[in-house]
């Protein structure tokens, strides 16, 4: 199989999508945890090691088109000599054309092009003409690596559609190294949830992604449970009546998504928790508010609700703990003791198996020193995969559905 790989791989350039989307310091702009940017290192050493001439690095970061990976590339730079790019054109022909052996040309955010997400025929697309045109102008044979498990539930082009086009012409699409990995431990997840209790703590703002997954994972696992916080306890919050005052506009919730979540509230609220009070931030610092009237920003779980939930992990010991995301904003520490005091209940409450994933869960099991049975990079990917079993990204590597 190396040897298989190695003739492959030999001298080619290899167009590697991976995840380096880094939590990052809204006030600095500095990286938070760069424990995605350590595993895009590992991914791109095993492109080196089998041979490859160049490794294309596709990516995305943050959900804006003007977020940048010039931090990133910089990391980057201390492994590698590194072009950074624009995302498509003449630029990164020219890049790879003229780079030497060993060289990584960083693209930027892929996220930064409309046809990312708005596509309708691939071959139109710049980036598929890009790929077509490094091919072209360098002589060399192109290999599309799929290492990104932690944004295989989207169907965006560069995870799915060109993919899953070049495999129609012919071209190699091998799974790296940190897919393999993932794709195992999250099998090993959806396993262990299988059966048991489970508690889920959610609290992202990809309001979407929770709204797609919430009726089927309760109606599959009937023993479970869900602890909200942050932007995703807001939405909840406005859908039950109450006031978020200036949060409605600050985490984009919206009278499409507050129908949405309605029929999941009505089917079970009772197996849905969500904050009891806030700390949110006003011109003296922060305060402690009630859910039912929270105007101001918020930005951690207030104490009647880390008493709430602690006690319903006392209350519920063995339990299988899938937690996604921070209670509060982690980032800076004086809004960390929600987030601290829930995980740290989650960790000494009887022989609870702990399951986690996402860069923010990373990065707060980092800040927390702890150690979760599993941990994936992949943070709704991970849970669309253990709920449904599959995810459209996975298809262009010929990864099939797990039962």
């Keep these: 199989m190396q040897d298989d790989r190695d003739e492959m791989f030999k ?13 990052m310091d809204n006030s600095t702009g500095n990286i938070i945890d760069t424990q995605k940017i350590n595993e895009a290192v590992e991914s791109i050493s095993w492109c080196f090691d089998n041979g490859a001439y160049a490794v294309v690095v596709l990516s ?16 980057l730079k201390n492994y590698f000599p590194v ?35 708005d596509y309708s025929d691939v ?3 710049k980036l598929y003409q890009t790929l077509k045109s490094v091919e072209k102008e360098t002589g060399r044979k192109i290999i599309y690596v799929k290492d990104d498990f932690a944004v295989c539930h989207r169907r965006d082009l560069s995870v799915y559609g060109l993919p899953l086009q070049l495999r129609k012409e012919g071209y190699p699409i091998v799974p790296g190294p940190m897919m393999k990995k993932e794709f195992e431990k ?10 048991g209790n489970v508690i889920a703590i959610w609290s992202g703002k990809k309001f979407e992604d929770y709204l797609h997954l919430f009726q089927p994972f309760l109606e599959k696992h009937p023993n479970s449970i869900v602890l909200t916080a942050g932007p995703l306890s807001i939405l909840l919050q406005k859908a039950m009546g109450h006031d978020v005052g200036r949060n409605e506009k600050f985490f984009e919730v919206t009278e499409e998504l507050v129908a949405q979540v309605l029929p999941i509230l009505k089917n079970f609220k009772s197996r849905i928790f969500t904050p009891v009070d806030y700390y949110v931030s006003d011109q003296d610092g922060k305060k402690v508010v009630s859910s039912s009237s929270t105007d101001d920003i918020i930005v951690d779980i207030g104490p009647q609700t880390v008493a709430l939930y602690t006690n319903i992990i006392k209350q519920n010991p063995n339990s299988v703990v899938l937690g996604n995301g921070p209670l509060g904003e982690y980032e800076k520490v004086e809004n960390r003791g929600g987030t601290i005091n829930v995980y740290m209940e989650v960790f000494k409450a009887g022989n609870n198996f702990v399951i986690g994933g996402g860069g923010d869960f990373n990065a707060v099991m980092n800040i927390l020193n702890l150690t979760p049975h599993i941990s994936s990079a992949g943070g709704k990917a991970f849970l669309e995969f253990i709920v449904n079993g599959h995810m459209p990204g996975l298809e262009p590597c010929g990864i099939e559905v797990v039962e």
């Design 11 to 23: 001298d080619a350039v290899v167009f590697a999508k991976l995840d380096i989307n880094s939590p």
């Design 60 to 75: 995305h970061q943050g959900r804006k088109k003007e977020e940048s990976f010039n931090k990133h590339a910089d990391i």
């Design 83 to 117: 072009l950074f790019t624009k995302r498509h054109g003449q630029e990164v022909i020219d890049a790879v054309n003229n780079a030497s052996r060993g060289t990584v040309i960083l693209l930027e955010n892929v996220r930064s092009d409309d046809e990312e997400k």
């Design 123 to 125: 071959a139109q697309t």
């Design 186 to 195: 999250a099998k090993i997840a959806r396993e262990k949830i299988r059966n």
